[in-house]
């Protein structure tokens, strides 16, 4: 057998059963990464989340518990305190729909071992698949005891008010599953749990990830281990033909030459002594010897002109960087923190929606709806930069802006309502200008909020809870051509704007809310009641 066809199937060989161990091996590694990563990241899920429960309503539900009829628990379960919290454990389930299976609040009781729950994520879609007539797993109402006697980690979660953090799948026989469960007391804003008058757990949400999510993200690490062993084979195949050809005749003179060159003899150059992949490579070598050589004597001038180069591009990241996220921001990304979530106690949170949208765009070219939608939002960027505000996004014809964030601003609403009277101006004039009838509909809510980044790609900073939900329902609740604030947001305006207070209106979640209308920018300025 020729030299070549040797080194190749020798090769060959070796790398194919190198591949193989090395496939069996990743698998293994992933699987555990796997659930290492995946454990962690029920664990930060579950801090985030026992950070925005509405902790209020929760204690008002809590003091509704005890001996009650259907009657009264459905009560319960459509009061906004309990559709409130529901939205909320939804909205916590919808940050990764593909890990967490279920999420609950549970609260102890005189007995250790029979804990009841406060709310649950699915009771109103299993209700809803009950009055269709399908079968379901047995639903956690509210009011609704738990018996945890075979559970220990939610046991002692709620009796110690602690963390817990199931280490492997634990069979859940109420409900006929396998999981592994993050439990989260509930926290005030320092992070200490929160306990009730008679000393025992306020409360602990429960994330459960299922053995069937955990199974179908370990058949997808098992074919990623089995097709890189495949991609190895392939690759171990091709390098094997290419070892044998090239380890043939000139291979001991161009190892000679390569290690002068080494030792930083520059003129060394190999003799080509045939023409095939050897004697290319040879030609290939001294081409090479010849260009290192030319340059060597201004390497200085070539690592100066990269290294301005590595200077501009990083300038240039920075600058796209803080276009995308607040300084402050930024700068805690770049030290390395991969994980902000920061609470705000007072912030004003502004939704901005154009009137008739859909409408518009049926009769508009996309290219002349895009560049609208850009001198409009444009607009607004520069208002909210004069106002001192900070931008989160735009979601199609809809932008948002807050106050008092990165950093706390004390006199917050008044910045947001005087931005939102500048954006009504700008549509007014920019409508004008294109003959054509627009009008926004703005809406802003005053209160706390949790502000953070969270992920590793195609990240933003951006908002979480009830202020912003209530902020958005101002705006979806509002009158074209005004702007809506809050209760909150009027209190802290009242006497240096003139209000129209509108009757109370329904809203989602919240039932009758007070809402007022902003007329203008007197000194003092009583409101006003619309009619009907």
């Known amino acids: 057998m020729r030299l070549r066809r040797k080194i190749t199937v020798a090769f060959f060989l070796v790398s194919t059963l190198v591949s193989a161990v090395l496939a069996v091996s990743l698998y293994r590694f992933v699987e555990r990464q796997l659930e290492v990563e995946l454990r962690d990241k029920l664990r930060e899920i579950g801090h985030l989340g026992a950070r925005a429960i509405d902790i209020a309503a929760y204690r008002r539900l809590v003091d509704r518990l005890g001996e009650l009829d259907d009657a009264a628990v459905a009560a319960v379960q ?4 309990w559709t409130g919290i529901y939205d909320q454990l939804r909205q916590i389930r919808a940050a990764e729909p593909a890990l967490i299976h279920y999420a609950y609040l549970l609260t102890p009781t005189r007995d250790p071992g029979q804990p009841r729950f406060v709310v649950d994520a699915d009771v109103l879609e299993l209700e809803a698949r009950v009055a269709r007539g399908e079968t379901v797993e047995d639903i956690s109402r509210f009011n609704k005891p738990y018996d945890v006697t075979e559970i220990p980690l939610l046991a002692r979660a709620l009796a110690g008010c602690t963390s817990e953090l199931e280490p ?18 509930l926290v005030d804003a320092r992070g200490e749990p929160l306990r009730d008058a008679a000393g025992r757990c306020l409360g602990v949400l429960g994330l459960d990830l299922t053995d069937r999510k955990m199974q179908a993200a370990l058949a997808s690490a098992g074919r990623l281990a089995f097709e890189i062993s495949i991609a190895v084979v392939a690759l171990a195949l091709v390098v094997s033909i290419v070892m044998g050809t090239l380890l043939t005749r000139s291979v001991l003179a161009l190892s000679a030459t390569v290690r002068r060159f080494a030792a930083k003899d520059f003129s060394a150059r190999t003799r080509v002594r045939s023409h095939d992949e050897i004697g290319q490579l040879g030609a290939s070598f001294n081409a090479m010897a010849d260009i290192i050589q030319v340059h060597s004597d201004r390497l200085e001038d070539i690592v100066r002109q990269r290294t301005r180069e590595l200077t501009e591009e990083k300038q240039t990241s920075e600058r796209l960087l803080l276009n995308v996220l607040p300084a402050p921001i930024a700068e805690r990304l770049k030290t390395g923190e991969n994980l902000i979530v920061d609470r705000f106690d007072a912030v004003s949170v502004l939704f901005a929606d154009i009137v008739g949208f859909t409408a518009l765009s049926s009769r508009t070219s996309p290219e002349a709806l895009v560049t609208m939608l850009n001198e409009l939002f444009s607009t607004f960027d520069r208002l909210a930069e004069q106002h001192g505000l900070e931008k989160i996004k735009t979601i199609g014809d809809a932008y948002m802006v807050v106050a008092g964030i990165p950093y706390p601003v004390p006199d917050h609403a008044a910045a947001i309502t005087e931005m939102a009277l500048d954006m009504l101006a700008s549509i007014e004039s920019y409508s004008r200008q294109l003959g054509l009838e627009l009008t926004i509909r703005i809406g802003i809510h005053t209160g706390p909020v949790v502000a953070g980044v969270i992920g590793t790609k195609k990240f ?5 809870g009830d202020t912003v939900n209530t902020a958005s329902r101002m705006e979806s609740h509002g009158v074209p051509g005004r702007v809506q604030v809050s209760e909150a947001t009027y209190q802290l305006l009242a006497g240096r704007f003139a209000f129209e207070a509108r009757p109370p209106i329904e809203v989602k979640g919240k039932g009758a809310m007070q809402t007022y209308l902003v007329v203008g920018r007197p000194e003092r300025a009583e409101p006003a009641v619309l009619a009907g």
């Not at 634990?170 to 989260?184: H, W």
């Not at 933003?460 to 979480?464: A, P, R, S, V």
């Open 78 to 81: 459509h009061s906004p305190d």
């Open 168 to 185: 492997e799948l634990v069979l859940d026989k109420a409900f006929g599953v396998r999981s592994i469960s993050a439990y989260t007391p």
């Open 460 to 464: 933003i900073y951006d908002l979480w």
